[in-house]
């Protein structure tokens, strides 16, 4: 059996960058496991600018953001195994995987990091009517087949939710000379960056239709049109609002599912509302030495946020590694409250955390002229005014050890949105 320090699943921007952290934390025995041909995951196909601006302080393309922690990873000599499914993680942290070349191999590790990003939702998930033509793709596949494949996927164009992906396949698909009609969104809002909204959408003209969904798909062999209808408060058509609109291709961007089959085998907690592993201040899950980060984790908007979070799981691992900093063994719970889906991490150990802490979270729904409010119990400590909120892009506060020090019996931190 093998035996390393510290095993990554995963070879996308999260493991890169967890694997470069634990380096320069000292830790030279690192394995990073990753099923594609070569690292940088999802980066690989985004070819379009915007990255980098926080990690880097430039601006740069998916590929040149991953060739930066590629060539790291490179230079340090950080072992990698490539076309290798991890089949298999125990409790005990032995890592089962399986490739072409080892056949299947069983690694003992001391640390593992979950870094195994996440998948598009899939047509089946949506229920909607109609045959299965040719012409419906989820817009990441989409993405992939236009970027590196070179293929275009069809002339006339529905996009069926507003993320990030939808957003920018709008401006990509158009740029390549196809005509995107409509881009429809179930909820009242969008679901991207305001920046992907205004430089893919509005730059360009194609309108976007929130409270809409498609209800009915047409044709058989090759896509020939779909049905819109807006939807009511609970996302139920409203009768007489149908619009036929014919296209020869659909994309759907209709959410991100962390890749968590792995984390739930293994015992890992699962939190229901990211769909990812819940959380301690280290970045640990339920399971000690086993650390989670990235999109596995819970989807972010921003990939730098990505890899500032798996810098910090990276140096963690090491700590737990080498015995560093023992916790007192005491929880603090995180609290999602009022109009906040959820918050990570989701419990804190105020002994061993930094002297400050990131939480993270997103809101429920598009709040205006709100603040943003942080209870220790009952004591509010926090109130912070904040003119737009929406769920398409994280928010955080900060914790100060210093702070929590002064309140040695709390019990639960509360984050909510208030009017006032």
Same mark, same amino acid.
């Given at each position: 059996?093998?035996?390393?320090?510290?095993?990554?699943?995963?070879?996308?921007?999260?493991?890169?960058?967890?694997?470069?952290?634990? %380096?320069? &934390? !000292? =830790?030279? +025995?690192?394995?990073?496991?990753? #099923?594609?041909?070569?690292?940088? /995951?999802? *980066?690989?196909?985004?070819?379009?600018?915007?990255?980098?601006?926080?990690?880097?302080?430039?601006?740069?393309?998916?590929?040149?953001?991953?060739?930066?922690?590629?060539?790291?990873?490179?230079?340090?000599?950080?072992?990698?195994?490539?076309?290798?499914?991890?089949?298999?993680?125990?409790?005990?942290?032995?890592?089962?995987?399986?490739?072409?070349?080892?056949?299947?191999?069983?690694?003992?590790?001391?640390?593992?990091?979950?870094?195994?990003?996440?998948?598009?939702?899939?047509?089946?998930?949506?229920?909607?009517?109609?045959? %299965?033509? &040719? !012409? =419906?793709? +989820?817009?990441?596949?989409?993405? #992939?087949?236009?970027?590196?494949? /070179?293929? *275009?996927?069809?002339?006339?164009?529905?996009?069926?939710?507003?993320?990030?992906?939808?957003?920018?396949?709008?401006?990509?698909?158009?740029?390549?000379?196809?005509?995107?009609?409509?881009?429809?969104?179930?909820?009242?809002?969008?679901?991207?960056?305001?920046?992907?909204?205004?430089?893919?959408?509005?730059?360009?003209?194609?309108?976007?239709?929130?409270?809409?969904?498609?209800?009915?798909?047409?044709?058989?062999?090759?896509?020939?049109?779909?049905?819109?209808?807006?939807?009511?408060?609970?996302?139920?058509?409203?009768?007489?609002?149908?619009?036929?609109?014919?296209?020869?291709?659909?994309?759907?961007?209709?959410?991100?599912?962390?890749?968590?089959?792995?984390?739930?085998?293994?015992?890992?907690?699962?939190?229901?509302?990211?769909?990812?592993?819940?959380?301690?201040?280290?970045?640990?899950?339920?399971?000690?030495?086993?650390?989670?980060?990235?999109?596995?984790?819970?989807?972010?908007?921003?990939?730098?946020?990505?890899?500032?979070?798996?810098?910090?799981?990276?140096?963690?691992?090491?700590?737990?590694?080498?015995?560093?900093?023992?916790?007192?063994?005491?929880?603090?719970?995180?609290?999602?409250?009022?109009?906040?889906?959820?918050?990570?991490?989701?419990?804190?150990?105020?002994?061993?955390?930094?002297?400050?802490?990131?939480?993270?979270?997103?809101?429920?729904?598009?709040?205006?002229?709100?603040?943003?409010?942080?209870?220790?119990?009952?004591?509010?400590?926090?109130?912070?005014?904040?003119?737009?909120?929406?769920?398409?892009?994280?928010?955080?506060?900060?914790?100060?050890?210093?702070?929590?020090?002064?309140?040695?019996?709390?019990?639960?931190?509360?984050?909510?949105?208030?009017?006032?």
């Amino acid at each position: 059996m093998l035996a390393y320090d510290i095993v990554i699943a995963g070879g996308g921007p999260a493991g890169l960058a967890a694997a470069v952290s634990a %380096r320069n &934390a !000292g =830790i030279e +025995s690192i394995l990073i496991l990753e #099923r594609d041909k070569e690292p940088g /995951g999802i *980066l690989n196909q985004c070819i379009h600018n915007g990255f980098g601006l926080h990690t880097f302080k430039e601006e740069l393309t998916g590929p040149e953001y991953a060739d930066r922690y590629i060539t790291m990873v490179n230079e340090m000599a950080i072992a990698c195994k490539f076309h290798t499914m991890v089949m298999d993680i125990s409790p005990d942290k032995v890592v089962t995987a399986m490739n072409r070349t080892d056949g299947m191999i069983q690694i003992q590790a001391k640390a593992v990091i979950l870094a195994m990003g996440c998948r598009e939702r899939a047509r089946g998930a949506l229920n909607i009517p109609g045959f %299965r033509p &040719a !012409g =419906i793709f +989820s817009a990441g596949t989409a993405q #992939r087949l236009v970027n590196i494949e /070179g293929y *275009l996927p069809g002339r006339e164009v529905v996009i069926l939710g507003s993320g990030d992906i939808g957003l920018i396949m709008a401006r990509r698909m158009t740029l390549e000379g196809a005509k995107v009609k409509v881009v429809a969104e179930l909820m009242p809002y969008s679901g991207g960056l305001k920046r992907n909204l205004v430089q893919c959408l509005y730059d360009y003209g194609i309108p976007l239709k929130l409270s809409h969904t498609v209800t009915d798909i047409r044709g058989k062999e090759r896509l020939e049109g779909v049905t819109l209808a807006q939807v009511d408060e609970n996302g139920k058509p409203v009768p007489g609002t149908e619009e036929v609109y014919t296209c020869d291709t659909l994309l759907l961007s209709v959410g991100l599912i962390p890749e968590n089959e792995l984390s739930r085998a293994m015992g890992v907690e699962l939190d229901a509302v990211t769909a990812g592993p819940v959380v301690n201040e280290r970045l640990e899950t339920s399971i000690e030495g086993v650390f989670a980060c990235g999109n596995v984790l819970h989807v972010h908007d921003l990939v730098d946020y990505v890899s500032e979070e798996a810098k910090r799981a990276g140096i963690y691992a090491a700590g737990y590694v080498t015995g560093a900093r023992k916790g007192s063994g005491t929880r603090t719970a995180v609290l999602a409250g009022k109009d906040v889906r959820y918050t990570v991490p989701q419990q804190i150990d105020t002994d061993r955390m930094e002297e400050q802490l990131t939480v993270r979270f997103r809101v429920a729904a598009v709040c205006k002229d709100s603040y943003i409010s942080v209870y220790f119990d009952q004591k509010r400590v926090m109130h912070r005014k904040k003119q737009v909120m929406a769920p398409g892009e994280m928010e955080q506060i900060v914790l100060k050890k210093q702070t929590l020090a002064e309140y040695p019996d709390l019990e639960r931190i509360t984050i909510q949105i208030e009017k006032e």
